[in-house]
């Protein structure tokens, strides 16, 4: 079971940036597909970005493509969402997680068994 952690939310203003980090302790990272969701109050859990076990395919969601990249570093089992150009519309609480043993993108909140416990971006305009 993988166990993810992470880090780098807070508060920022309209036009900032922030960087989101995930560290995974668990023992299949590198054969996990990865994802970044995000869920803002009412709203249901929204992809936001996703990539293979390899990393070398990643699936950018349409409202973020542009402004957040994503990457994977195998050798600390992290991977990171860096986010510019932050607007309300981003303000959520961000998830990382982990889709064991599978080596192709997933975008779907069924696809991936383990998630991390969440940490909080606000934008304020």
């Known amino acids: 079971q993988e166990q993810l952690v992470e880090s780098g939310g807070g508060l920022v203003q309209a036009g900032g940036s922030l960087t989101l980090s995930c560290v995974d302790s668990?023992?299949?990272?590198?054969?996990?597909?990865m994802g970044w969701f995000r869920q803002a109050p009412g709203k249901e859990r929204e992809i936001v970005a996703s990539?293979?076990?390899?990393?070398?395919?990643?699936y950018l969601a349409k409202s973020v493509k542009g402004r957040f990249t994503v990457s994977r570093d195998t050798a600390k089992n992290t991977v990171t969402l860096q986010m510019n150009a932050l607007n309300s519309a981003d303000t959520a609480v961000y998830y990382c997680?982990?889709?064991?043993?599978?080596?192709?993108?997933?975008?779907?909140?069924?696809?991936?068994?383990?998630w991390g416990q969440g940490t909080q971006v606000t934008v304020s305009s």
């Open positions: 997680a982990a889709a064991q043993r599978t080596s192709w993108v997933v975008t779907t909140v069924a696809g991936f068994s383990s």
């Open positions: 990539f293979s076990s390899s990393g070398a395919n990643v």
């Open positions: 668990g023992p299949t990272f590198s054969n996990s597909g």
